[in-house]
C-alpha cells in the first residue's frame, strides 16, 4: 500500500463497534505504519424509517449500502452479522484472528448454569441461545433485555435478571472478563457462525484495498469461518436462525460441529463432521446434509424455514 494513502473505516455506532473498529484500524496500522485512517462517522438512521437496533440485519444491509456507494473504503463487523452470501460488489478483505468462540454466563451470585435457582431468569437475546438453554434446562426463563453489555450486567448487580449468556468474544474485547462465571461448552450451546472474529468488507474492484487488508486476515479462522457460512448456506437459513455452527482447524483438519434446534428448548439435532483444508464449503455442506436427514429437514419446516 503506498505511504500517502488514505483509508476511510467505518463500522456501526455502538459501543462494542467502536472498540471492534479500533481493533482492526490498530492491526492494519502494524503493517502500514504511515497509512492514514480515518472513522467515518455514522449516525442511527436506517432504511425505511425503521428503528436503530446496532448489527440487526436492516442495519448491516444498510451499512453494505453505504460502502457500495463509497461513503467509506472498508465496514468492520463482528462475522457473526455477515450474511450467508455478500451483496454483489462486496467481498471480504479480512477475518482477523479469532477470539474464544463460545458463549460464556455471567451470573448475580456467581453460580454456574447448573446451579441456578428454578426458573431464573437468564438474558440471552439470540433465539440461537435460547433454543439450546431451553433444551438444557427447561425451567429456565429467558427474558429480552436492550442495551450494552455494561447494561446487561448492571442489571444482574441489581437483581433485575440472574443472568446473561454473551459472547466470550464481545466481553473479552470490551474488558468485561472478570464478571464470566462458567465457559459453555458445545454440549450446552454451539456459537453463531463467525463468532469471535471480526470481518472487514470491502468493495470487490478496488484491488489495492483487498490487498491491503489480506495484511491481517487470520488463515486459520478464514478457513473455521467459511465452513461455517457454508453449513449456513447449505442449510437455507439466515444468521438470527435456531441454528449454530463452529468450525475449529487442527493440523490440515477441519472438525465442523452443528446444531438446529425449536426455538422452545423441545428438540435439538446435533452433528460433527471432518474434513480437510481447502475443501471449507464441502464441509459445511455436508454437516448441513447430516443434520437435515437427521430430522434438521422437518424442524425446519416447523420453523417455516424449509
Not at 20 to 31: G, P
Not at 66 to 95: C, K, N
Not at 97 to 115: G, K, N, Q
Not at 259 to 275: Q, Y
Request: glycine share 8%; with cysteine.
Amino acid at each position: 500500500m503506498p505511504t500517502t494513502m488514505r483509508c476511510r473505516i467505518a463500522s456501526d455506532v455502538d459501543q462494542l463497534s467502536k472498540v471492534q473498529r479500533e481493533e482492526v484500524s490498530h492491526d492494519l496500522r502494524k503493517h502500514f505504519p504511515k497509512l492514514g485512517i480515518e472513522s467515518v462517522p455514522l449516525d442511527h438512521e436506517v432504511e425505511l424509517g425503521s428503528t436503530y437496533t446496532p448489527n440487526s440485519p436492516i442495519r448491516v444491509a444498510h451499512l453494505m449500502n453505504q460502502l457500495l456507494s463509497e461513503r467509506f473504503d472498508a465496514l468492520v463487523l463482528g462475522a457473526t452479522h455477515l450474511p450467508a452470501r455478500l451483496p454483489s460488489g462486496l467481498t471480504i478483505g479480512a477475518i482477523t484472528r479469532r477470539l474464544t468462540p463460545y458463549d460464556v454466563l455471567i451470573s448475580a451470585v456467581d453460580c454456574i448454569l447448573d446451579e441456578l435457582r428454578e426458573n431464573a431468569s437468564l438474558v440471552a437475546n439470540d433465539v440461537r441461545r435460547e433454543a439450546q438453554l431451553l433444551y438444557y434446562r427447561p425451567d429456565l426463563r429467558m427474558v429480552r433485555a436492550r442495551g450494552s453489555i455494561d447494561s446487561i450486567i448492571q442489571k444482574i448487580g441489581s437483581g433485575k435478571i440472574d443472568g446473561a449468556v454473551l459472547a466470550a468474544g464481545d466481553v473479552e474485547r470490551l474488558n468485561k472478563q472478570d464478571h464470566v462465571v462458567e465457559f459453555l461448552t458445545c454440549s450446552i450451546c454451539i456459537p453463531a457462525a463467525g463468532q469471535g472474529s471480526l470481518a472487514v468488507l470491502v468493495r470487490s474492484q478496488e484491488e489495492t484495498a483487498r490487498k491491503s487488508f489480506r495484511a491481517i486476515n487470520d488463515p486459520a479462522s478464514y478457513s473455521e469461518i467459511i465452513s461455517e457460512w457454508a453449513f449456513l448456506d447449505h442449510l437455507g437459513v439466515h444468521q438470527e436462525a435456531p441454528v449454530g455452527v463452529l468450525g475449529s482447524l487442527e493440523d490440515k483438519t477441519i472438525e465442523l460441529e452443528g446444531m438446529i434446534a425449536l426455538p422452545d428448548g423441545r428438540e435439538r439435532i446435533h452433528a460433527v463432521v471432518k474434513g480437510s483444508v481447502g475443501r471449507e464449503v464441502e464441509v459445511g455442506a455436508r454437516l448441513a446434509r447430516e443434520i437435515l436427514e437427521a430430522g434438521g429437514k422437518e424442524l425446519l419446516q416447523e420453523l417455516n424455514l424449509g
